[in-house]
């Protein structure tokens, strides 16, 4: 892993915060931090640690996460949060939001400016329930955010009501501020048939705050499996985007969330052989 970290954090322009999902190394926290301080980064994002999801985390564990952070000279850049990551069901709505003010605890307590969330998932764009429904759900939240001082970055996963271009766009063009911004995912957008282009740039842009830098290959008419790959070697469009980002002078975190140990057992794959981002 210190490799494709080593290797991508060449790649990108000066003024770019290049993140890790650090859980993707090892799953001993000091194993992970010590390989990212290794690859010459500053920051990781926080999504299990301590063999837990980081909503399970004690406020004790918060802090031995903080000191192993510090003890690595590393700061924690986004919180990976499972808020809204489940189905549809409008009486779970309240629950996620006190999930959230969990999440916002922790981002707090470890001084993490960004909040990795989600939007509900809705069973594939044509199975959505009402737009309002999913705005007012994320209002709620947004609002919680403003007056607890954090940003919220929604990913485009799975089949997430904000996974499907159209209904991001509204969402961000309704609600879109300065605590409610937008982390890309060009893997993500693959798996479900909305690569970037044309689908998601550059009506995006004004609302791109992250990326997370992860590729893949959809399978073709039902034959095959689809494949997470090496940054640049998929149909995510990464060098393109990458180059419209940088010849528009955008700077933003970037995370390498590449599931490189998935690649390695099922493919043959591993971290020295996959660090070749365009």
Not at 76 to 85: D, L
Request: hydrophobic share 40%.
């Amino acid at each position: 892993m210190n490799t494709e970290a080593a290797v991508i954090a060449t790649k990108f322009p000066a003024g770019w915060d290049l993140s890790v999902f650090s859980d993707e190394i090892d799953p001993d926290l000091e194993i992970q931090l010590e390989e990212v301080k290794r690859a010459g980064l500053n920051y990781f994002d926080l999504r299990t640690a301590l063999d837990k999801n980081v909503l399970d985390l004690s406020d004790k564990e918060i802090d031995r996460v903080a000191a192993t952070a510090h003890q690595f000279g590393l700061q924690v850049k986004c919180i990976g949060s499972p808020v809204n990551k489940h189905p549809f069901r409008p009486e779970d709505r309240s629950r996620e939001l006190q999930r959230l003010r969990r999440i916002v605890e922790i981002a707090q307590r470890l001084k993490a400016p960004y909040i990795r969330i989600f939007s509900p998932f809705v069973g594939g764009a044509s199975r959505a329930p009402e737009y309002e429904e999913i705005r007012d759900w994320l209002a709620d939240q947004i609002k919680l955010a403003e007056e607890q001082g954090v940003v919220l970055l929604l990913e485009n996963d799975g089949d997430a009501y904000g996974a499907f271009p159209e209904n991001a766009k509204k969402l961000f063009q309704d609600l879109g501020n300065a605590h409610f911004r937008a982390v890309y995912d060009f893997s993500n957008a693959v798996l479900i048939g909305y690569p970037a282009l044309p689908h998601w740039f550059p009506w995006i842009l004004p609302f791109l705050e992250a990326l997370h830098i992860k590729d893949s290959l959809a399978a073709r008419d039902g034959e095959g499996y689809d494949q997470i790959v090496p940054a640049g070697e998929g149909e995510g469009n990464v060098p393109e985007v990458l180059r419209v980002l940088v010849d528009q002078g955008w700077k933003g975190p970037v995370s390498i969330e590449p599931h490189l140990s998935r690649i390695g057992k099922k493919r043959g794959l591993d971290s020295s052989g996959a660090g070749r981002p365009f």
